[in-house]
């Protein structure tokens, strides 16, 4: 018995040997679908990441982000002054008394206005800032040196992912220089609170109309990068920016209007009170987002891109497909002499199959094979051009796994190939010789 599989296993080979070379030919499809394939998926986990780490930002499990309800996504060129799109301080209190709720880091935001001053490539850049503030106990446990100065020290800044991908996007499209996170951290730069930039000391933009006010300067200095806040401006410690209202009244448009909260960081003691706690915060009539509800936007902006890459790979899915169930059964019409004949002799549908799968799955792996080694390096092109060839694209990291994405291009190349060659092969392997002796 045994001696028998062994002949049976060495013809096959044999057989399966002489036929691939030939097959190859036919099966060329399969390499652009692999390709496309590890391309896909990379990209669309890169967009995903850059999604969640630098648009919408990170949270935690027990988190929840608290934001006021905004009835109008258009930017309000009042932004600096105290307004209507601000957490009440009644309502911020009323959050850190519920039942459930183990901390709420306020993210206050600084209603005077701030020029900034940076150098940068033998030049010194002067442009308005949005400023806010967070807590020092909002970064414990990270890298980020995060402490109240002295007097005689410098601020600390934290830069948002979020501004740092709109800067670059608005600085490419202007033709000027993007900024790495490399590049400028540790990098210092001078705060002038109370001056702004374009509109002088306050002018109509922030309701003062008579002479201009003493102005604060102060020097500040990057020492961090953060995905959990998705703030357009800068990021000082809160402690400092209530000191410097407090010693500087006149910085404000009016008194007691120098900060306000523009969004709560809530964690929960126990993940479980997350649907209790959200609930009670909207009924105070403020906007609420958690972990899932990022997800799902997130879920959303990729949907897009899914639709669209989905249906391209379908339709080279399709076309390699029809190809190899082409080719083999072309393969099946000039062979038929040679199977029936097979088939005379001894040989069973199995074998004859067999030999069809086995040489199908041969061809799927060198394509599958050729495939990835393609996708690699388109993926590896995209990664180093894409922020040349689409500015918005330039803060992606487009990266893959290289180990599971070999095992994955070339099990789709296999089962692909080897599916597409099964009818042909059940067709062959009911050839008969009396039928091919009619045909001649």
Same mark, same amino acid.
């Given at each position: 018995?045994?001696?028998?599989?062994?002949?049976?296993?060495?013809?096959?080979?044999?057989?399966?040997?002489?036929?691939?070379?030939?097959?190859?030919?036919s099966?060329? =499809?399969?390499?652009?679908?692999?390709a496309?394939?590890?391309?896909?998926?990379?990209?669309?986990?890169?967009?995903?990441?850059?999604?969640?780490?630098?648009?919408?930002?990170?949270?935690?499990?027990?988190?929840?982000?608290?934001?006021?309800?905004?009835?109008?996504?258009?930017?309000?060129?009042?932004?600096?002054?105290?307004?209507?799109?601000?957490?009440?301080?009644?309502?911020?209190?009323?959050?850190?008394?519920?039942?459930?709720?183990?901390?709420?880091?306020?993210?206050v935001?600084?209603?005077?206005?701030?020029?900034?001053?940076?150098?940068?490539? =033998?030049?010194?850049?002067?442009?308005?800032?949005?400023?806010?503030?967070?807590?020092?106990?909002?970064?414990?446990?990270?890298?980020?040196?995060?402490?109240?100065?002295?007097?005689?020290?410098?601020?600390?800044?934290?830069?948002?992912?979020?501004?740092?991908?709109?800067?670059?996007?608005?600085?490419?499209?202007?033709?000027?220089?993007?900024?790495?996170?490399?590049?400028i #951290?540790?990098?210092?730069?001078?705060?002038?609170?109370?001056?702004?930039?374009?509109?002088?000391?306050?002018?109509?933009?922030?309701?003062?109309?008579?002479?201009?006010?003493?102005?604060?300067?102060?020097?500040?200095?990057?020492? =961090?990068f953060?995905s959990?806040?998705?703030?357009?401006?800068?990021v000082?410690?809160?402690?400092?920016i209530?000191?410097?209202?407090?010693?500087?009244?006149?910085?404000a448009?009016?008194?007691?209007?120098?900060?306000?909260?523009?969004?709560?960081?809530?964690?929960?003691?126990?993940?479980?009170?997350?649907?209790?706690?959200?609930?009670?915060?909207?009924?105070?009539?403020?906007?609420?987002?958690?972990?899932?509800?990022?997800?799902?936007?997130?879920?959303?902006?990729?949907?897009?891109?899914?639709?669209?890459?989905?249906?391209?790979?379908?339709?080279?899915?399709?076309l390699?497909?029809?190809?190899?169930?082409?080719?083999?059964?072309?393969?099946?019409?000039?062979?038929?002499?040679?199977?029936?004949?097979?088939r005379?002799?001894?040989?069973?549908?199995?074998?004859?199959?067999a030999?069809?799968?086995?040489?199908?799955?041969?061809?799927?792996?060198?394509?599958?094979?050729?495939?990835?080694?393609?996708?690699?390096?388109?993926?590896?092109? #995209?990664?180093?051009?894409?922020?040349?060839?689409v500015?918005?694209?330039?803060?992606?990291?487009?990266?893959?796994?290289?180990?599971?994405?070999?095992?994955?291009?070339?099990?789709?190349?296999?089962?692909?190939?080897?599916?597409?060659?099964?009818?042909p092969?059940?067709?062959?392997?009911?050839?008969?010789?009396?039928?091919?002796?009619?045909?001649?």
């Open positions: 018995m045994l001696a028998y599989v062994a002949r049976n296993a060495v013809l096959i080979a044999r057989t399966v040997l002489r036929r691939v070379p030939g097959a190859l030919v099966s060329f =499809g399969i390499v652009f679908f692999i496309f394939l590890i391309v896909f998926i990379a990209l669309r986990t890169g967009v995903r990441d850059y999604l969640e780490n630098r648009i919408f930002s990170r949270l935690n499990i027990n988190e929840i982000r608290v934001t006021p309800k905004s009835k109008t996504t258009l930017i309000n060129l009042n932004i600096f002054s105290a307004e209507k799109t601000r957490i009440p301080e009644g309502a911020a209190r009323r959050i850190q008394r519920l039942e459930g709720v183990a901390k709420v880091h306020r993210v935001r600084l209603d005077v206005p701030v020029t900034m001053t940076f150098g940068m490539f =033998g030049a010194l850049i002067k442009s308005d800032m949005l400023i806010s503030g967070i807590d020092r106990d909002f970064f414990r446990g990270s890298k980020i040196p995060w402490r109240v100065p002295k007097d005689d020290e410098m601020v600390p800044v934290v830069v948002p992912y979020f501004a740092l991908e709109l800067y670059n996007n608005f600085a490419n499209a202007a033709g000027t220089p993007e900024m790495g996170e490399k590049f #951290l540790g990098k210092t730069m001078e705060l002038t609170f109370g001056k702004s930039f374009m509109f002088g000391s306050g002018g109509l933009l922030f309701g003062r109309s008579g002479p201009e006010r003493r102005t604060v300067i102060a020097q500040g200095q990057i020492v =961090g953060t959990q806040l998705n703030t357009a401006g800068l000082l410690p809160a402690e400092y209530r000191a410097l209202c407090r010693k500087n009244p006149d910085l448009r009016r008194p007691g209007e120098c900060t306000s909260n523009m969004m709560l960081i809530v964690r929960v003691s126990d993940p479980r009170h997350l649907p209790a706690v959200s609930q009670r915060i909207r009924d105070l009539g403020l906007a609420v987002e958690s972990k899932e509800d990022i997800a799902q936007r997130t879920q959303k902006a990729v949907g897009f891109i899914d639709a669209v890459f989905f249906m391209l790979l379908m339709i080279i899915l399709a390699t497909v029809i190809a190899i169930f082409n080719s083999y059964l072309t393969i099946v019409y000039n062979r038929s002499y040679e199977i029936s004949l097979e005379m002799l001894g040989a069973t549908k199995v074998r004859i199959i030999i069809f799968i086995i040489e199908a799955a041969i061809v799927g792996l060198v394509y599958g094979l050729a495939g990835f080694l393609l996708g690699s390096l388109a993926v590896t092109k #995209l990664a180093h051009y894409a922020g040349n060839w500015p918005l694209l330039g803060g992606l990291t487009i990266s893959f796994n290289a180990s599971a994405y070999a095992a994955m291009a070339l099990g789709a190349s296999v089962a692909v190939s080897a599916l597409s060659a099964l009818v092969a059940v067709f062959a392997s009911n050839l008969s010789l009396f039928d091919n002796v009619k045909r001649f």
